[in-house]
């Protein structure tokens, strides 16, 4: 019997090919939230056998599977529309181990789903590997941000970009990673998300003493990854003056 994707499906996939590796966990926090977690992972095995999605088992996880796209899950998503055809062939090798890279871009989907639970439009994110793929600047210049979205936040709308400190940035690469964002991405509102509250501090100080962002000191925003994570926009976010950030400019 040929297997018929749900529009769950292929949301799914359309999630896992942006993102390049999801966890079980997150795949259940992002689609499945009114459901069990034995339904989930009862819907991910079928799309599994069906040839739809990678995985990989690290025993040392604590939801063990990670999921990635595959070349059956990309044709899916090309016969309807999702995706170009000429990205049927782009899907990542089967992850050998939980490299650093790795570990970052599952931190981000974490960052991700936070916000798009508190105001960001999922339908609007832009992941940092479909930045990479749609830049045509070689070299150092293709590092994008690790994803741009649209928001609505207490009655105020606007876009933004997410750029995740997973390893510490030295402060003259804090400040070229501000004037290349503020020459790219002038009107979004930039969210700078560190790994701990200390860090976060700490980027917040370098950025004003920059004076990169002085005339538009509530554009950039500060927080720390576990805050993000849970609350999303609500995660704490101060701007580079130090005060609670509210979406305006």
Not at 50 to 72: I, K, N, V
Not at 78 to 87: F, H, I, S, V, Y
């Amino acid at each position: 019997m040929r297997f018929e994707p749900t529009d769950r499906d292929l949301a799914v996939l359309l999630f896992t090919w942006q993102n390049r590796f999801v966890s079980t966990a997150q795949l259940h926090r992002a689609f499945w939230q009114d459901a069990s977690p034995s339904a989930a992972s009862k819907r991910l095995v079928a799309l599994r056998e069906a040839g739809l999605l990678g995985f990989r088992s690290f025993a040392w996880l604590s939801e063990r599977l990670l999921y990635f796209p595959c070349q059956g899950g990309n044709r899916v998503l090309a016969d309807c529309g999702l995706l170009a055809k000429e990205w049927l062939k782009d899907f990542p090798r089967r992850p050998e181990d939980l490299s650093p890279a790795l570990r970052h871009d599952l931190k981000v989907v974490d960052l991700r789903l936070g916000l798009e639970e508190s105001g960001v439009d999922g339908r609007t994110w832009v992941s940092d590997h479909q930045l990479r793929m749609l830049s045509r600047e070689p070299g150092p210049r293709k590092r994008v941000p690790d994803g741009i979205f649209e928001f609505s936040f207490r009655g105020i709308r606007g876009g933004g970009l997410l750029e995740y400190e997973h390893a510490p940035y030295r402060r003259p690469a804090a400040k070229g990673l501000l004037s290349r964002l503020r020459h790219r991405y002038g009107g979004r509102f930039v969210f700078l998300v560190a790994r701990a509250g200390g860090r976060a501090d700490t980027l917040r100080a370098w950025a004003r003493e920059s004076g990169i962002y002085a005339d538009a000191p509530r554009q950039l925003a500060f927080s720390h990854q576990e805050a993000v994570a849970e609350l999303g926009l609500d995660g704490g976010f101060l701007d580079v003056e130090g005060r609670p950030w509210d979406g305006t400019k």
